[in-house]
Nanobody, 127 residues
């Protein structure tokens, strides 16, 4: 049974930081590409960051470049999203996702390619 469980969300002031974690189980983590997505009220889900199965290809949404960092720990079967200098417009439910991918396939921010999804964690940036 495939499971992706996000944690680390919460309320933070503008300029603050949060680290999201997504613990996975039920699939061969090393052979899967991973991604973080977010959905704000009234908006479509958008890709925030993706990392390929080998870990050497990473993509970011333009608005988070230089502020967010994605990483993966294959031993712990966990993907992380370090979010710094948070802004009110980063407020959303954040989801992690995974799909099987070869080592030469680059990272993706397209939600249609992702096969497995977590339930999401709320991030609220407000003073």
């Amino acid at each position: 049974q495939v499971q992706l469980v996000e944690s680390g969300g919460g309320l933070v002031q503008p300029g603050g930081s949060l680290r999201l974690s997504c613990r996975t189980s039920g699939f061969t983590f090393d052979y899967y590409a991973l991604g973080w997505f977010r959905q704000a009220p009234g908006k479509e889900r958008e890709g925030v960051s993706g990392i390929n199965s080998k870990g050497d290809s990473i993509k970011y949404l333009d608005s988070v470049k230089g502020r967010f960092t994605i990483s993966r720990d294959n031993a712990k079967k966990t993907v992380y999203l370090q979010m710094n200098n948070l802004r009110p417009e980063d407020t959303a439910v954040y989801y992690c996702a995974a799909y099987p991918s070869g080592p030469l396939t680059p990272a993706s921010l397209l939600n249609v390619v992702y096969r497995h999804w977590g339930q999401g964690t709320q991030v609220t940036v407000s003073s």
